[in-house]
């Protein structure tokens, strides 16, 4: 059974640094690209980084980039998002998916969320 389990939120001042973490198992985690998500109250879910199965490439959403680096460990099974010049914006709930296939097609597995607060 897939699992994903964030790590790291917390409150920050503006302008801190926090680093997510997502320990993953239970599935073939070089197989699967891996992503960060966030949703704030009230707002949809938004995409916010992407790295490959290899890790050989990253994407960003514009309204992170230059401040928000994603990087994986596939010795530990895990996926971390570095976050540096936070702003008050950047208060979310934050989730990592796996995205891959098995037998039956497309699957994703998510994890629970951990929670971001920027505020002074």
């Known amino acids: 059974q897939a699992q994903l389990v964030e790590s790291g939120g917390g409150l920050v001042q503006p302008g801190g640094s926090l680093r997510l973490s997502c320990a993953t198992s239970g599935f073939i985690f070089s197989r699967y690209v891996m992503s960060w998500y966030r949703q704030a109250p009230g707002k949809e879910r938004e995409l916010v980084a992407t790295i490959t199965n290899t890790g050989g490439r990253t994407n960003y959403a514009d309204s992170v980039k230059g401040r928000f680096t994603i990087s994986r460990d596939s010795a530990k099974n895990t996926v971390h998002l570095q976050m540096n010049s936070l702003k008050p914006e950047d208060t979310a709930v934050y989730y990592c998916?796996?995205?891959?296939?098995?037998?039956?097609?497309?699957?994703?597995?998510w994890g629970q969320g951990t929670q971001v607060t920027v505020s002074s």
């Open positions: 998916k796996a995205a891959g296939e098995d037998w039956t097609g497309p699957i994703n597995y």
